[in-house]
């Protein structure tokens, strides 16, 4: 069963015990013994091939699932939110103008930084269908971003942008908003080892063994780069999937 | 859009009226029977103005008749679409009787009310009612989960909004459904009139059918035909304006 307690954000963490799940519909479970453990904010991963149980997994966090067994504590981690790549606004006005209906007015200032660091200036002004998808995922995740949550669920929301845009993304948003954690749902393993604390790993739906956590490079900003760490981590989620 | 509803239901009415006389003559029937192009033109000069307000006074009750269907379908389209105690009746009942021909409850209707306007009125708000009813429960009630998951998981959900997200997404859809019923209210009116009412081209083309007069009956449904066409196409016309000021293409 969830529980939550309400706790100081210093002792925010996200604790999974055993945790199985199988759809109704199903015989085997999705997710079988899943255990891990968040206990610093900043950005984990969850990573695997389509179909091993990541989603489901999200969903069970943000209360979407139920119905599991093993545990899921959820100390201080309140307001949980899920954003995925799917994800459409409305199109009877600008993207500009449902973002700033959607955040507190005293956000305003932040949501204009982050949509010229997502390289979004020249096209706020647009309705969502004429946008490229790589730039509705960025506009999507701009407005969850703006949200009031202590753990914010990234699951694949920075799908169809290009790399070099997905690196300055991510290490902004380790500079802005450093102490919420996120989890980000990616089938690029270089780019999770590279960003990710830590990384759970899931294997492929006929899974024999429950996911593992690994510790990622967790580079940041100023963080000087060493690939034989990064070939490390690599190697790791390797055999590790 | 205009335009072309008028010539099409032209190229219609002239195939039709093509078989007739081609019937008329293979078959050698009589003027009594169907009368011939000459007669037709006499009835047309003797009888359009008689025969275009008798339409326009069908076409006005079916107006009406239409715009209140389509307030109640929404209202109770609306409200049926949660899944409450409510809704669930809502649906239920609306399926169960859509499935009762309403035509069949209009002689009940001039025996309570008489045979005027509101008896008309009725009728033809009855017939387009329910099929209007049944899409607008069904867009209502399906959700658009792509858009509506954040404002659900942020708590910015409201009833409001959650029409307003449907009915944006579902607009070709539910404009469609609206321009399609106008034919439903006046075929309603027309049946209204046809069993008791004592106006509009129903009744003038009863009082054809008594004389046996098909000319008139001729008459009577090209003022029909080309009275729905244009109501139809300005709906649409209507229709393509809102989504064009709504979605911007």
Redesign the interface.
Known sequence: MAQGATTTAESMSLICEKLTFTYPAKEAPILAQVSFQLITPGFHSFFGPSGAGKTTLAKIITGELHDYTGQLITNGLDRILYSHNKERLPGWSSVDHHLSKVITPSLLPEKDKLVDLFGLADCVNARFDQLSMGQQNRVNLIRYLLQDCDLLIMDESLANVDELTRETIILSLKEMFPARYFIYISHNAREVAKFCDSILVFQGSNQVHAPRMLQGCNVRTNTERNSAELDAVLLEIMNAA | MLLKRILQFFLLYALFIGCLLLLKYSLQLSDYVIPGPVGMLQTLTTKYRSYGLATLNTMSIAVIGQVVSVILAFTLGIIGRQSTWLGSFIKVAAYNIQAYPIVALAPILFILLGDGFLTRLLIAAMICYFPLLLSVLGIMSKPVT??E???R??G?MRWQLEV??RT?ENLNQLTTVIAGSATLAMAGTIVGEFIAANAGIGYTIRIALYQSDLAKILIALFFIGITIAIYQAMLELLGIAIRRA???K
Request: charged share 20%; aromatic share 28%.
């Open positions: 792509d858009i998951h954040f404002y998981a942020t910015r307003k997200i944006f709504w979605t911007g």
